[in-house]
């Protein structure tokens, strides 16, 4: 019985020092969901350039003069929407390649385009490896240029845009942590929710930016403490329209391409009762951030190959808000130009640019705001007005001489229940 004992004694220590020198199992999977259901009112002064029914309004259309004199686009509009109710799901898991791992996966109901208005869509879909030193990216999320830290709190869904850029990519993105607070993140990515424009109507979209097969890269160094955040960008991009023109014997195949250069800066300081941010973006090329912008098209004969040069656009915006946790005050103000391009060009493609007829010069914009919140609930009201300037372009794409001053205002009411 003592012998039995002991033994029995003797294998439980054994198997207790053999468990205890094993290296702890790495954690499991852990899934937890977030979103909100949102209900929007939107009430618009005057017709819009607009997607989704009005949901996310760009700028007000230009006068449209009828034989008896009116404007028609001088008309009211009202709306209620519930598509921007989200639902993401957030996932971390075991170690991998000795690093920490997530993934993220987020979509709403905005649709892909105003057919589909309604449909789920993908928004975030992406895997992150973290390391003490270093983190990759892989999957969609974020433009570069779009920071989640240092954004436009604005209730309209727009968040700014046509002058603050947004949206999401396909990408690889490498970051480089030199301390705590100051990285370096390398991104390599393709436009995708919001696409480029094609020269060809009947290419598939995003035609010509897959066309040129090298990503679009952006260089991002950002500083960040508790109060204050800061950084800088420098992004490339190169489209290829791949056109043909003419018919055999006699054709040709267009292998011109059209590169871009787009710098940015933004700050974000946080006091004890208010916030600032605000952003600057000197760009060419901007469309596929729903920014205006695009490239212009050079032609010497009906026959001869087309060539390009991009679009430019200058962008900034400042946001101030409270920092209180039931009523929070905030104000945007942001402005946006047109600056054209090489002069003789001979078509324009990309958003609210031409050569010719009426265009718009420059965009302002200011918005105050005012929320109220009660725990996950919180209605948000805003006052948005736009002011987009409308004269002639010329074959610089710039718009010169008189202007006219077309201007709207949106009041928004928004309902958030956040989960």
């Known amino acids: ?78 709306n209620i929407l519930g598509i921007l109710s989200r639902l993401g799901v957030k996932v971390t898991g075991p170690d991998a390649f000795k690093a920490k791992t997530s993934a993220v996966i987020e979509g709403d109901f905005f649709g892909q385009a105003d057919v589909n208005i ?84 009947s290419d598939n979209t995003n035609a010509a930016s897959m066309n040129a097969t090298l990503p679009e890269l952006n260089a991002h160094f950002q500083y960040k ?12 991009s190169l489209l290829k329209p791949y056109v043909k023109y003419g018919t055999a014997p006699n054709l040709l195949i267009s292998n011109e391409t059209v590169s871009g250069f787009t710098a940015m800066a933004y700050a974000k300081f946080t006091g004890k009762k208010i916030a600032v941010k605000t952003q600057i973006v000197l760009g060419q090329n901007t469309s596929q951030w729903v ?34 946790k039931k009523v929070v005050p905030g104000l945007f103000i942001g402005y946006s130009a047109n600056n054209g391009a090489k002069a003789g060009a001979t078509a324009a493609y990309g958003r609210a640019i031409g050569i010719n007829g009426r265009g718009v010069k420059d965009l302002f914009r200011v918005s105050p705001r005012l929320d109220f919140i009660s725990g996950k609930l919180s209605f948000r009201n805003e006052l948005e007005f736009t002011q987009a300037k409308y004269g002639i372009r010329g074959s610089d794409g710039k718009v010169t001489g008189p202007t006219d001053k077309i201007s709207n205002v949106r009041f928004t009411f928004s309902t958030v229940f956040n989960f």
């Open 1 to 78: 019985m003592l012998k039995r004992l002991l033994l029995s004694t003797t294998g439980l220590i054994l198997a207790s020092i053999c468990f205890s020198q094993e290296k702890p199992a790495s954690p499991a999977v852990s899934v937890s969901l977030y979103g909100f259901i949102r209900n929007d009112m939107n009430y618009d002064s005057r017709q819009n350039v607009f997607v989704r029914e009005g949901q996310l309004d760009l700028y007000p259309k230009d006068k449209d003069i009828q034989s008896d004199g009116k404007d028609y686009n001088k008309k009211s509009q009202l």
């Open 118 to 201: 309604g449909l789920f869509r993908l928004r975030h879909g992406y895997v992150k490896l973290d390391w003490k030193k270093s983190a990759l990216t892989l999957g969609q999320t974020w433009y570069p240029l779009f920071i989640p830290e240092c954004f436009p709190g604005t209730v309209n869904f727009n968040t700014g845009i046509p002058i603050a850029p947004f949206g999401w990519a396909g990408q690889i993105k490498y970051t480089a942590k030199f301390t705590d607070k100051a990285s370096l993140s390398v991104t390599a990515y393709k436009p995708r929710e919001f696409a480029v424009t094609n020269v060809n109507s």
């Open 225 to 236: 403490t508790d109060r204050i955040l800061v950084g800088a960008q420098v992004d490339y």
């Open 291 to 324: 920014m205006m912008g695009g490239y212009y098209g050079y032609k010497i004969s009906a026959t001869s190959i087309e060539t390009y040069k991009p679009a430019k656009t200058t962008a900034a915006w400042i946001d101030v808000y409270g920092t209180g």
